[in-house]
């Protein structure tokens, strides 16, 4: 049974910073494009960052280009985010996936074009 299990949620206050973590178990990723989602409340779902097999490409949301930065380290099958100058609109539950394209071609932005995801994790950021 394939899993990705994110952790490294919480509270912070603006202008901090958090990492999130995601472990993948069941199957190995090391080929397969991440990336993470967001969803703040009443709100859809939205891409916030991608990164290919080999991590040499990226994609970023605008808004959070130049503060989040997305990585991975395929030996431990665990991706990662890491979270900087947070404010009060990056708060949502954040959702780590894995896409079964490697995202050699067009780095995937879209939900349907990732195939796993994880449970969430809560993101809270104070004023």
């Known amino acids: 049974q394939v899993q990705l299990v994110e952790s490294g949620g919480g509270l912070v206050q603006a202008g901090g910073s958090l990492r999130l973590s995601c472990a993948a178990s069941g199957r190995t990723f090391s080929r397969n494009a991440i990336a993470w989602f967001r969803q703040a409340p009443g709100k859809e779902r939205v891409f916030v960052a991608a990164m290919s097999w080999s991590g040499l490409r990226t994609a970023y949301a605008d808004s959070v280009k130049g503060r989040f930065t997305v990585s991975r380290d395929n030996a431990k099958n665990t991706m990662y985010l890491q979270m900087n100058s947070l404010n009060t609109e990056d708060a949502a539950v954040y959702y780590c996936?894995?896409?079964?394209?490697?995202?050699?071609?067009?780095?995937?932005?879209?939900?349907?074009?990732?195939?796993?995801w994880g449970q969430g994790t809560q993101v809270t950021v104070s004023s």
């Open positions: 996936a894995a896409s079964l394209d490697s995202g050699l071609g067009n780095l995937p932005r879209y939900e349907h074009e990732y195939n796993y």
